[in-house]
């Protein structure tokens, strides 16, 4: 039974959920992402950011306080690769921190329409190789949520390609996976979608693609290899658009052999383990379960 406090924030999301022109929208995020992205302060102290300038792309860092280094997470944020990292990354990033004892990399990679899936790719690519050179590969996570779910998978993609190192764990939550969004499952979820401006994101996938066809993989992942990964775990509620891929997706892990840690929560809205419900608590003491792990998959996450 889901709880009360996340029927109540679904309920505020669909209340609060914008009405607007889809091509005002996206001229609006072209020009607010000409400018660099500040990290509020109050939002930096409450939470102890960092900024670390070693690498080309502006990077944020959360550190705990104990055993910092003992696991790595490039957290990549989602936002409709048009939207810069939201407050609820913030709080939920700071909580995964702490409860995992590590030390957490997020950057600020460029957004569309100004900027494409390669731009993106090619900016996380030095955050990577910089964790790389200060521990193991089984010890560095990659983790997303929504579009940085997409670019999450894509970026692993795009490591196996190049011959680099996988990392220990890739962790989705509420993965963007199709940018095209044309399963014919996704009409059936818009009466539940509290969150997501459908034609909005059909739009601004095509903003990133660019020139690119829409369904390569390293804008779409879902149409790429993924043999060659690192072990993948995958966060989804059934109250959102990506949904039926998500499952579309798993499908395609048990028909190539590929295990995969899918954990589907009933009644949930899109990214749903940042707010402040208990289902979102469940979720982190499973993210840090699998990460801290030494068996994949999980039993208990996929009866």
Not at 6 to 31: C, G, H, I, M, P
Not at 95 to 114: C, D, G, I
Request: net charge neutral; proline share 8%.
């Amino acid at each position: 039974m889901r709880s009360i406090q996340s029927f109540l924030v679904e309920q505020l999301l669909a209340l609060t959920k914008k009405k607007l022109n889809v091509n005002d929208y996206l001229e609006e995020r072209r020009k607010a992402n000409q400018l660099p992205y500040e990290l509020p302060e109050k939002i930096k102290n409450k939470y102890k950011i960092t900024k670390n300038d070693s690498f080309p792309v502006d990077t944020y860092m959360l550190k705990s306080n104990d055993q910092p280094d003992d696991h790595q997470v490039l957290f990549i944020p989602g936002g409709g690769y048009i939207e810069q990292p939201l407050t609820w990354h913030w709080r939920f990033l700071d909580r995964l921190t702490k409860q995992l004892n590590s030390t957490v990399y997020v950057p600020v990679y460029p957004k569309a329409p100004n900027h494409q899936y390669m731009d993106a790719i090619e900016s996380v690519l030095p955050v990577y190789q910089g964790l790389l050179e200060k521990g193991t590969p089984e010890n560095i996570v990659i983790m997303g949520d929504s579009a940085g779910g997409g670019l999450s998978l894509a970026f692993a993609q795009y490591l196996a390609k190049k011959g680099l190192p996988q990392p220990g764990n890739i962790i989705l939550l509420s993965p963007w996976l199709d940018v095209t969004l044309s399963n014919p499952d996704i009409a059936a979820m818009v009466p539940k979608e509290p969150m997501l401006n459908l034609a909005l994101l059909i739009e601004a996938g095509k903003r990133y693609a660019g020139e690119m066809d829409e369904t390569h993989h390293l804008v779409s992942p879902i149409y790429g290899e993924i043999k060659s990964l690192g072990r993948i775990s995958v966060f989804i509620g059934t109250h959102e658009f990506f949904l039926p891929d998500a499952r579309k997706f798993k499908e395609m892990a048990d028909k190539q052999g590929v295990p995969m840690n899918y954990i589907e929560y009933p009644k949930m809205n899109h990214v749903f383990p940042v707010f402040p419900i208990p289902e979102a608590k469940k979720a982190l003491n499973q993210i840090v379960a699998i990460i801290e792990s030494n068996t994949f998959p999980l039993k208990e996450f996929n009866e």
